[in-house]
């Protein structure tokens, strides 16, 4: 056990592509805590699977226009960041106006996004574009630059939720209360789907659609079954997050596993092993 | 809200068997105030409708300062959507409603509002003086709630007599305590008006009888404006009756049993009868949410 700790660590100091990931991922682990802890609480998770599926259109768009348009500045991460923004701004709009249609037209926006980043990708021109890296992520690829704006999103993230934690929570609680106490519910329900969509297209360069959302789920829904207030269950999160980041990586690492998988393997684990324990009372 | 049905639905049958002395009154429609200060709720001529549906048609009716008003009536009769309209949560298709000489919407922060407990995700990570501290939520712009919110919230709690419950988490109350931490939050907001829907809806009896003796002793310095199935709950805190179905007609206490049968049309029974068979150990009737 000594050994494998110490081979990571000789890794971890030698290895700047280790170090990066490590990085990335204790970084990281801030935005999808706290974020993930609203997401849940919220009962959105859902919404925000939708959210990250489809920003995948938004990825093909770019490429697809950036290619016959010849347009070098649209980068797949811009085209990312206009399609999380359209979806927040179409699925907030669904979620409010069709409550009794919501997750059937959250399915089909969330289709959509993904067929119509395949359609693009398929007819871009030029050379196949990797699927499997906007889709899985690799987090072994992430640079010095991909750390710091994480740090960025991850302080971002923790001085706004630290700002209107209170209003938030009201509304995640109970919106028509918090409505007649003068909270706008629909802005702060638009500003938790936008921090969602910031965080998953963010996070989707280090750690694809499929870890994004389920390390933005998983550890904060773990966390919820053993703590009592939103900000523990935030601060639990985010110790659960990169305790499966650095011990899915180290793992991976020493024993030659794809690492986002894996991380996604720990992190459903630790949400069943925490069935073993008894909930909270109803 | 099933469980607010099961109680209405088990308030008729037996009539008979109810404390004949709780409900000998007559039809009263629209009495006049005894009071002349000008009334809390002024509600002219108002008439709502979702989409074709018409929930309330030309409904008037004052509620005077310091009234207990029981706002009673079939499901689908228009109780809740009357409450929505007081709140300001939705505007009226025609006539006009005034909240304390206001606006319904700007009169918001004088209205203590309490839903059903029950309607609450239990497992929500929130303790019950964060619950209570929402009823402040006007008084913050950002960051966290000021000593003298926090101080008002824990002298919410102690008013429904709560105040070892501050930092137990919601997840872990019963219903009745739930519910009285609902009360505690709209007691936090300093109201001039207590509106509750359906309080004592999915409490067990043991329970109701604390909930009623808060609300006993809040009613005596606020207006109570409470929409309930419940007629135990009406006899012990009402001084005056809304029936509403589709139009309002008011009543005064005690309610007769001729009332009741014209109020909700033959198709309930009474609570009482409900509470009786709970008590013989016949769960039949009762609500299982």
């Known amino acids: 056990m000594t050994d494998f700790f110490a081979d990571f660590l000789d890794a971890v100091a030698e290895v700047p592509l280790i170090r990066y990931a490590l990085l990335s991922g204790i970084v990281s682990s801030l935005t999808f805590g706290v974020v993930g802890s609203l997401v849940v609480t919220r009962q959105i998770a859902y919404v925000a699977s939708a959210i990250a599926h489809s920003i995948l259109g938004g990825i093909g768009a770019a490429v697809y226009c950036s290619r016959v348009y010849d347009l070098p500045w649209l980068t797949p991460m811009l085209g990312a960041i206009v399609a999380g923004l359209v979806s927040v701004a179409v699925i907030g709009w669904v979620t ?33 574009v990797n699927m499997e890296s906007f889709i899985f992520g690799n987090i072994l690829l992430t640079s010095r630059s991909d750390v710091v704006a994480t740090l ?20 995640s609680f109970d919106e028509e209360f918090a409505r007649l106490r003068g909270v706008s519910s629909k802005a702060y329900y638009f500003l938790l789907l936008g921090l969602t969509a910031m965080s998953v297209v963010l996070l989707v360069r280090i750690a694809g659609l499929i870890l994004a959302q389920a390390l933005l789920v998983l550890p904060a829904a773990t966390a919820s079954r053993f703590s009592r207030s939103l900000w523990v269950v935030m601060v639990l999160a985010v110790a659960l997050t990169a305790v499966c980041n650095t011990a899915g990586l180290a793992v991976s690492y020493e024993y030659d596993i794809p690492t986002g998988p894996f991380i996604v393997f720990l992190a459903v684990g630790c949400y069943a092993l925490s069935f073993l324990f008894r909930r909270n009372r109803a | 809200m099933n469980g607010g049905r099961e109680r209405g639905r088990a308030g008729f049958r037996g009539l008979d068997a109810a404390d004949r002395t709780l409900f000998t009154g007559a039809l009263n429609p629209l009495e006049p105030s005894p009071d002349d200060r000008p009334p809390i709720v002024d509600c002219r001529g108002v008439s709502f409708s979702y989409g074709r549906s018409v929930v309330l048609e030309d409904v008037t009716f004052t509620v005077p300062r310091g009234e207990s008003l029981c706002v009673i009536g079939p499901n689908g009769g228009g109780k809740s959507t009357l409450a929505k309209l007081l709140l300001g949560l939705i505007e009226p298709d025609r006539g006009r409603i005034a909240v304390l000489g206001r606006e319904p919407r700007e009169a918001r922060t004088g209205i203590g509002y309490v839903p059903q407990a029950m309607r609450f995700d239990p497992q929500f990570p929130i303790s019950a003086l964060d619950i209570v501290l929402m009823g402040r939520l006007n008084h913050l712009t950002v960051g966290l709630f000021s000593k003298r919110c926090r101080e008002r919230a824990r002298a919410a709690l102690d008013e429904v007599g709560m105040s070892g419950y501050a930092r137990r988490p919601f997840s872990d109350l019963s219903g009745g305590e739930r519910q009285r931490v609902m009360v505690a939050r709209a007691l936090a907001c300093d109201p001039e ?8 809806a999915n409490i067990d009896l043991s329970i109701e009888a604390q909930l009623i003796e808060t609300l006993a002793k809040l009613r005596e310095r606020m207006t109570v404006l409470m929409v309930t199935h419940d007629l ?35 198709r309930r029974r009474l609570e009482h009868d409900r509470r009786t068979r709970h008590q013989q150990g016949d769960h039949s009737a009762c609500a299982h949410d």
């Open chain 2, 232 to 266: 135990d709950l009406v006899s012990a805190i009402g001084n005056s009756v809304l029936c509403v179905n589709h139009r309002v007609h008011r009543h005064s206490l005690p309610l007769s049993g001729e009332t009741i049968k014209e109020i909700y049309s033959g």
């Open chain 2, 193 to 200: 008006i207590l509106l509750l829907d359906e309080p004592t």
């Open chain 1, 96 to 128: 409010l106006r069709f409550k009794e249609r919501e997750d059937t037209i959250i399915g089909a926006i969330w289709a959509l996004g993904m067929a119509a980043g395949l359609l693009f990708l398929h007819y871009a021109p030029g050379k196949a």
């Open chain 1, 152 to 171: 960025v999103l991850g302080v971002l993230v923790f001085v706004l939720v630290g700002l209107f934690y209170h209003k938030l929570v009201a509304v």
